[in-house]
């Protein structure tokens, strides 16, 4: 995990922002998807997780916009990595902004639980650290199974293509409203359809542990991975002329390269070799 002074940060960052007719078309375009999605699932209502993060902010508004407040139901599901704050805004979301349902679970139990059925695993704090993520996938599938709803994730575009989430955990969901954004689009979005600028601005944390921030996890901020992505990744320009025009070292680019690659598998479905005949 890198430490604060080993974080990564363009000189230069990309400007990846909308214009106001993008931002707008992007709002329609979400809220039509989210509406098509539950349309076509036969359903009335939507089940999704509220972390208190940028990214669940986002998608439960543009929720609202699209079914009603009384179609979307929030799970609030705080363990002892969650900051405390995290969770106070999970609730201001749900409460202040949204007015929608929700319920608060607490997934610590449910964590002792696997951890006594398999105590290797104790103290392997990312393993444990997915351990919560996928009880948290478990618990909106089991409130989407009995409500009927649908359940939504929360994935942008960002992490997406370097695989920075849970496999069968924040990413077994029914569908990804906002995954064509990067991050930082998400971010813009999020003020435009009116979400407070300290939600919108506040530090990016998955809370597998207490203390974890993506960008110490990945070794970057969000604005150069996007960058990097947008650039390299998507864009297809050479990893040194990316470097160049945004001002990191070319094994920056690489890592992001390859975090790209590796995490190939998280965005396919599970492998199986060819049929015989």
């Not at 809220?31 to 349309?39: A, C, G, H, K």
């Amino acid at each position: 995990m890198a430490t604060a002074e080993s974080i990564v940060r363009a000189d230069e960052p990309l400007d990846l922002s909308f214009s106001d007719a993008e931002l707008e078309a992007h709002r329609d375009h979400i809220t039509s998807f989210i509406t098509d999605q539950v349309d076509a699932a036969g359903v009335d209502t939507v089940v999704m997780g509220l972390s208190g993060g940028i990214d669940s902010t986002l998608v439960s508004h543009l929720a609202v916009e699209a079914l009603g407040r009384d179609a979307v139901h929030g799970l609030v599901m705080p363990s002892e990595a969650n900051r405390a704050d995290n969770m106070s805004d999970a609730e201001r979301v749900a409460n202040d902004l949204l007015g929608i349902e929700y319920d608060v679970i607490e997934i610590n139990p449910l964590v002792d639980a696997f951890l006594d059925a398999y105590p290797d695993a104790e103290g392997d704090q990312l393993a444990v650290g997915n351990l919560r993520v996928r009880c948290r996938a478990v618990l909106n599938y089991l409130a989407g199974n009995h409500e009927q709803a649908l359940v939504l994730g929360t994935g942008n575009r960002s992490e997406a293509l370097v695989g920075y989430y849970t496999k069968y955990g924040d990413g077994a969901v029914d569908c990804h409203p906002i995954a064509p954004l990067y991050k930082q689009q998400v971010r813009q979005l999020a003020k435009h359809v009116g979400v407070p600028d300290d939600l919108a601005e506040k530090t990016a944390s998955a809370e597998m542990w207490a203390g974890q921030t993506d960008a110490d996890e990945m070794g970057m901020d969000y604005d150069t991975l996007d960058s990097i992505l947008a650039l390299h990744v998507d864009g297809g320009v050479p990893a040194a002329a990316t470097a160049d025009h945004v001002g990191v070292p070319t094994d920056a680019v690489e890592t992001v390269r390859e975090m790209h690659e590796s995490s190939a598998h998280k965005r396919a479905m599970p492998p199986g070799p060819d049929p015989l005949y």
